[in-house]
T-cell receptor, first 116, second 113 residues
Framework: DTAVSQTPKYLVTQMGNDKSIKCEQN?????MYWYKQDSKKFLKIMFSYNNKELIINETVPNRFSPKSPDKAHLNLHINSLELGDSAVYFC???????????????FGSGTRLTVV | DAKTTQPPSMDCAEGRAANLPCNHS???????VYWYRQIHSQGPQYIIH???NNETNEMASLIITEDRKSSTLILPHATLRDTAVYYCIVRSSNTGTASKLTFGTGTRLQVTL
């Protein structure tokens, strides 16, 4: 009963391909995130959705398109993959807002994307 | 959100207490201090957070100075499995919509035999 699950765990693909990473959370959280961790281990937020609505969109190439079909899912689609997209991508969720106290994010185990 | 400063690395002997410091001198009144850790290749894991009072849970204790400009995460009896990168993050308590956590470079804690 994994709280935040990502698939696939590993993804190796060629430059120019289009790929998707899926994320699902069973915590009932309202907010989901995508983070990217590069080779230097910096964790940077890419996107955030709250109840299927895009809330945070950092400076990310428009080749990256998040999609949230419902509040339990946030998928990341990447078009025309480049070598520099190689990284570990983490999905996370949290319960933000209203009278609920923020206790932090729950992260998935990551998807290691390698573009060759 | 205020910026934090942490030492890049620390060592700790197994069984001893690990004290990880964090400076956040520009913290404002409504900002909480959060601690996360990332064990190699895994997703970051929430440890503890606090506003101005000291906090303790099953994983760690958080000591925040009276002026709130610095804090210390304490792992009372470090084990080899506590070897990880520890991130200190300051985040506003304003909620209602998503508020991002901004990760710095953290402290790499190495627990040794």
């Amino acid at each position: 009963d994994t709280a935040v699950s990502q698939t696939p765990k590993y993804l190796v693909t060629q430059m120019g391909n289009d790929k998707s990473i899926k994320c699902e959370q069973n915590l009932g959280h309202d907010t989901m995130y995508w983070y990217k961790q590069d080779s230097k281990k910096f964790l940077k937020i890419m996107f955030s959705y709250n109840n299927k609505e895009l809330i945070i969109n950092e400076t990310v190439p428009n080749r990256f398109s998040p999609k949230s079909p419902d509040k339990a899912h946030l998928n990341l689609h990447i078009n025309s993959l480049e070598l520099g997209d190689s990284a570990v991508y983490f999905c996370a969720s949290s319960q933000d807002g209203r009278a609920v106290k923020f206790y932090g994010y729950t992260f998935g185990s990551g998807t290691r994307l390698t573009v060759v | 959100d205020a910026k934090t400063t942490q030492p890049p690395s620390m060592d700790c002997a197994e069984g001893r207490a690990a004290n990880l410091p964090c400076n956040h001198s520009t913290i404002s009144g409504n900002e909480y201090v959060y601690w996360y850790r990332q064990i190699h290749s895994q997703g970051p894991q929430y440890i503890i957070h606090g506003l101005k009072n000291n906090e303790t849970n099953e994983m760690a204790s958080l000591i925040i100075t009276e002026d709130r400009k610095s804090s210390t995460l304490i792992l009372p009896h470090a084990t080899l499995r506590d070897t990880a990168v520890y991130y200190c993050i300051v985040r506003s308590s304003n909620t209602g919509t998503a508020s991002k956590l901004t990760f710095g470079t953290g402290t790499r804690l190495q627990v040794t035999l």
